[in-house]
């Protein structure tokens, strides 16, 4: 199932999609790889995830000490980040691209470049940086995971549940992985086998916000409100359940899943937010 790829060019750039409001956030960090609280998907935008008070205050103070010391990988990948939180994805490619240049063979840089390339909107660009981040000796299960949901959003869904397949080998009923793969259903339109997969998820979970919303997602756009409302508010104390309850129904309105096809519903809400 893996493949090797040659190093991709400037030039291998897709039209760009509008990832921060995309089902599969791919966020690689300091620690090894990924921040595994982003690499699940998630059809909402509200769902708790810490963000910078002030994005604009760190890109700034990360600028300057990459400005004192660019060759160094980990301040590039900070700087970088600070970029993303900040809206400057393109920003963060050009920074990721140049510090990988300056560190040939960096897995985790190159894990960083490729996920501001996805985050960008470049997905086979990302997809292949991706695949020079680890080698079939020794895969990493959160990669396996991005690059499912990049070729998700390429609309290979069949060859995107094999990286997750994979990935569910290395760390079986690892619930980022699962919601990845529940959102994948979600775009061929198969909300049942959505919905399973999603609450095999919620269950490993330990009420991630991300799973959560998803699956409440996946129950409303099949028309099961009650459902959705109860997962959606489940264990939380008033204040959060009622902002929880409240978003889904935004969520729900806003993907007009009361008008159509069950079907069609399911393909707008993935089409319109397949990772934040």
């Known amino acids: 199932m893996f493949r090797n790829f040659p190093r991709p060019g400037r030039s291998a750039r897709l039209v ?12 690689l960090c300091s620690c090894q790889t990924t921040d595994p609280s982003e690499v699940t998907g998630s ?15 760190d890109v700034e103070t990360y600028r300057e000490r990459y400005r004192a010391n660019p060759k160094d990988p980990e301040l590039a990948l900070q700087y970088a980040r600070a970029l993303r939180a900040a809206g400057e994805r393109s920003q963060a ?8 240049i300056g560190n040939p063979g960096n897995k985790t840089l190159l894990a960083g470049y490729g996920r501001a390339l996805a985050d960008n ?26 690059q ?15 990286y997750y397949a994979s990935a569910l080998r290395i760390a079986p009923d690892e619930p980022t992985v699962l919601s990845n793969l529940g959102l994948s259903y979600v775009l061929s339109k198969d909300l049942t086998k959505a919905e399973e997969v999603l609450r095999r998820a919620y269950d490993h979970a330990d009420k991630d916000p991300h799973v959560r919303m998803n699956l409440a997602v996946v129950l409303g756009l099949q028309g099961r409100m009650s459902d959705a409302e109860g997962i959606a508010k489940a264990d939380l104390p008033v204040e959060e359940a009622t902002a929880n309850v409240a978003e889904l129904k935004r969520l729900l309105a806003r993907k007009e899943v009361a008008r159509g096809p069950a079907a069609n519903r399911a393909s707008a809400a993935a089409a319109a937010t397949h990772a934040n």
């Open 16 to 27: 760009a999609f509008p990832f921060s409001s995309a089902l599969l956030l791919l966020c």
């Open 43 to 57: 059809l909402g935008t509200n769902t708790g995830s810490a963000r910078p008070a002030d994005p604009r205050r």
């Open 93 to 100: 490619v050009a920074v990721l691209e140049q510090a990988s």
């Open 121 to 146: 909107g470049n997905f086979q660009q990302a997809f292949d940086v991706l695949s020079q981040a680890h080698s079939p000796e020794d895969p990493d299960w959160r990669i396996l995971s991005v």
């Open 148 to 162: 499912g949901a990049i070729l998700d959003q390429l609309g290979r869904f069949e060859e995107a549940r094999q």
